[in-house]
């Protein structure tokens, strides 16, 4: 096999190069020494290294999510020897992995560890790749780095989901059966064969024959060394008649990649044509071909017969609910999912696509397989792509050609403008659907369920797409320019003096910046808010210190984090009306209720009414709380309640006084100032209660000016929704609280009129019953003679 070509100057891949060879490496790159690794073996096992430092500390900090993480424990604790029925099934080797991690260490969260190993192995794999197909080395850590920062390397290092070791089997495969194909020695081949062999069977038995087998094997296929033509010397004697006699050869250029095309394109030594490279035999071709039409023919075979149960060659089981309603799913939801799995670098993946240079098989495999997980996700539903690394050297390959001095200018405003633009178009996408992105493998996480407002997630995921955007700006902007003919601009005389390796250093803190924000930050909040590792640990300490005696009650919660990080059963007590929770709640003893976050207003209602004490203990997760009829020592009572329920009047900005028929007043208001379109701002409205509201009652309070330019103008749950309308009393104090987002275009500049109303139901209002008519003092005019609306004066909209 041809050793690796010479990088050209300055690492970039658009550079003037010569002869067959280097055309054979840009555009077979997998044909390129792969076999010597000594050169990247280094660089590869330093960014494995780093991969580790940022997946694997805090991995046990955060609980195991309900949703999935507790399904994969469950598996590994059945195969040591529990009694747990209706388990689902899963690819072989991943599963033995976490069943030896938690029988070495006894830690649940000991599971998430061979994601961890294989993900950072993942990001080693991508540095390797890159630099055995002629990458310089700071273009490929920025593969790996581009690898790290993808949600979905993130998601599968961090938790216990995805299948990220049957996809380093299925890489590593790739890898080893592309080196074999050109390597210049029959035995060195030989070993590299039966060592792609050994991995494919372990991809089989980690990810099944479609991602385990037969995509490899089609990425080996696509890897096949062209043959190149021999080198036609007949043209060279032709040409050079054609110089004239006179030549002075002290003008021709010294260095041979200067000199005319025709004669740069002949190798001066024989000896270094690839012709002498060592090329697979025919058989050898046939072998494969009829390799993958084996897999094909055997995949199809035992799909067709496949009933619903789950078949481990496949290793998978029929989408049931996807089989009675095909049309949910089409054949571009593939793409979505790419989308998410690699935000918010999908704008930088078509560009690599476009121009992938030396990355050309890399971007083939990548296609190759987008095409078979698009087809295979129709019939056992979303799969999560197993493309790291070649979707990583692609993105690499897009920077590479976006900082290149021989692109033109013209391609270089048109891939910058794609990668703005579509870094702004995901940031908009990721506010209106961010669980796709923070919860990207799990696949039943609706954007109902996801915690996006408790979590900030839309502004987050906003954030890290601009800031991409902005960083691949940067990066073009730095680049070292190409030398002009004419006099240098003020910006080109800038980027001289810049250091070459500045556009990859601010990518690569850029990539840094988003795996730690994804990893470190977003998984593990998210972690809180659907775990109950947080409430259910500080209840054992709670209980070991003595002041929660009584069994743990369990009020109608199904959550298997119940029997994992709770007391055992013995010292659970379960109980299925509210009636008994308030029983029980009422007792003298330090007593303890895990119940649901809806059942809090009615809990919290009746203990006001019946004058006993209630605190919340946690309030960590997102749909249950923790109880207490104590407060144990140290502890804070966390009731959200209390943020909006007051003994006394709120002091707001604006006083006034408008009453809804006989259930509430509106007695102060105010906005949050400078309102300034592009922004959110924050709106506040004090009650005070004369008796309940009816049950779904929503408030109206919008800025107008005329007709056209409206902020907020749809009506919003009273109270956050965290004490429903229903359950206030007469002489309570309500501080209701909501944040909007101001727009930017759809609204004009200038003064606004606050508009106040509340809805009874769809189709009808609450009446204003004081004051009756336009009232200066209390600063309320009614623009209608229906008495449903109010306005409470002006503020200015900038």
């Known amino acids: 096999m041809a050793p690796p070509p010479t990088p050209p100057p300055n690492g970039h891949h658009g550079a003037t190069t010569t002869g067959p060879t280097t055309e054979l490496a840009t555009s077979h790159g997998a044909t390129t020494g792969l076999t010597r690794l000594g050169a990247a073996a280094p660089l590869a096992a330093l960014a494995t290294l780093v991969a580790l430092a940022i997946t694997v500390p805090g991995y046990r900090a955060h609980g195991l999510w309900s949703t999935g993480e507790i399904s994969v424990l469950q598996r590994a604790q059945a195969a040591l020897g529990a009694a747990l029925g209706g388990l689902e099934r899963a690819p072989i080797l991943p599963d033995a992995l976490r069943t030896q991690a938690l029988a070495l260490t006894g830690d649940p969260a000991a599971i998430r560890l061979p994601g961890a190993l294989a993900a950072a192995l993942l990001v080693g794999l991508a540095v390797l790749l890159a630099r055995r197909l002629g ?91 062209r043959r190149p033509s021999p080198p036609d010397l007949s043209q060279a004697p032709a040409n050079l008649s054609q110089q004239p006699a006179s030549t ?25 044509a690839p012709a002498l490279v060592q090329h697979p035999p025919r058989w050898l071709a046939a072998l494969l071909a009829a390799a993958i039409l084996g897999v094909v023919g055997l995949l199809l075979a035992l799909a067709y017969h496949q009933g619903d149960g789950w078949i481990p060659a496949l290793a998978a089981a029929r989408d049931l609910p996807l089989a009675a309603r095909p049309y949910y799913r089409d054949f571009a939801a593939s793409l979505q999912e790419l989308s998410n799995q690699l935000f918010p670098w999908l704008p930088l993946l078509v560009v690599g696509l476009l121009h992938p240079g030396r990355a050309r098989w890399p971007a083939l495999w990548l296609l190759a397989g987008l095409v078979l997980v698009s087809a295979w996700s129709l019939r056992y539903g ?166 929660l005696i009584s069994p743990l009650a369990i009020h109608r919660i199904s959550d298997p984090g119940v029997a994992l990080y709770g007391p055992p059963a013995a010292g659970r007590s379960a109980l299925a009306s509210r009636d008994s929770i308030l029983t029980w709640l009422k007792g003298q003893a330090p007593a303890a209720a895990l119940v649901r976050r809806s059942e809090l207003a009615s809990l919290h209602e009746q203990a006001r009414a019946d004058g006993w004490p209630l605190y919340v203990l946690d309030a960590s997760n997102r749909d249950i ?101 229903q359950h206030w009393r007469a002489g309570d104090y309500i501080l209701h609280r909501f944040t909007v987002a101001v727009p930017m275009l759809e609204v004009l500049p200038g003064a606004h009129e606050v508009v106040l109303g509340l809805r009874r139901s769809e189709s009808s209002n609450y009446k204003i019953s004081f004051p009756t008519a336009d009232d200066p003092e209390l600063a309320v005019h009614f623009p209608g003679s229906n008495h449903e609306f109010a306005e409470l004066g002006p503020v200015t909209v900038w």
């Open 248 to 272: 002075d050869l002290s003008q021709q250029p010294a260095d041979l990649s200067q000199a005319p095309a025709n004669l740069s394109q002949q190798p001066a030594d024989l000896s270094q």
């Open 382 to 547: 979303p799969t999560p792509l197993p493309l790291i690394v070649p979707a990583a050297l692609v993105c690499a390959a897009a920077v590479e050609h976006l900082l290149a001095p021989s692109t033109s200018t013209a391609t270089r405003r048109l891939g910058l403008a794609l990668a703005l633009a579509g870094g702004l178009i995901l940031a908009k996408d990721a506010r209106r659907t961010p669980g796709s992105i923070g919860a990207v493998l799990v696949h039943t996480q609706s954007e109902h369920n996801y915690p996006a407002k408790e979590l900030a997630a839309p502004d987050l995921l906003a954030q890290l797409a601009q800031l991409a955007a902005l960083a691949v700006l940067l990066a073009v902007l730095t680049r070292r320019p190409v030398p002009p003919s004419g006099a240098q601009t003020r910006l080109q005389r800038l980027q001289a003096r810049l250091p070459p390796w500045l556009p990859v250093a601010l990518l690569l803190a850029t990539l840094a910046h988003q795996a730690l924000r994804y990893g470190h930050s977003l998984l593990p909040r998210t972690s809180e808010l659907l775990s109950l590792h947080r409430p259910l640990t500080r209840y054992a300490a709670w209980r070991d210190a003595g002041a």
């Open 625 to 725: 709380v923790l109880l207490a009829n104590t407060l144990p020592p140290g502890a804070v009572d966390a009731n959200p309640i209390l943020r909006v329920l007051r003994d006394a009047p709120p002091q707001l900005a604006h006083s006034t006084l408008v009453r809804f028929e006989d259930h509430v007043e509106v007695i102060g208001w105010q906005w949050q100032e400078p309102i300034v379109r592009g922004r959110e701002t924050t709106l506040e409205v004090a009650f005070h209660v004369l008796k309940p509201l009816i049950a779904g009652s929503k408030l109206y309070l919008r800025l107008q000016q005329g007709r056209l330019s409206r902020i907020n103008p749809m009506p919003h749950e009273l109270a956050e929704g965290l004490y429903p309308a």
């Open 135 to 225: 990458a310089a080395p700071r273009f490929a850590l920025l593969a790996g780095g581009f690898a790290l920062a993808f949600p979905v390397l993130q998601s599968q290092a961090r938790l216990a989901l995805g299948n990220p070791i049957g996809e380093l089997a299925a890489t590593t495969a790739a890898l080893l059966g592309a080196a074999a194909l050109t390597s210049p020695r029959r035995s060195t081949a030989l070993a590299l064969a039966l060592a792609t062999l050994a991995t494919l069977a372990l991809a089989l038995l980690s990810a099944g024959l479609l991602l385990g087998v037969l995509l490899p094997l089609l990425a080996i296929a696509l890897a096949w060394p």
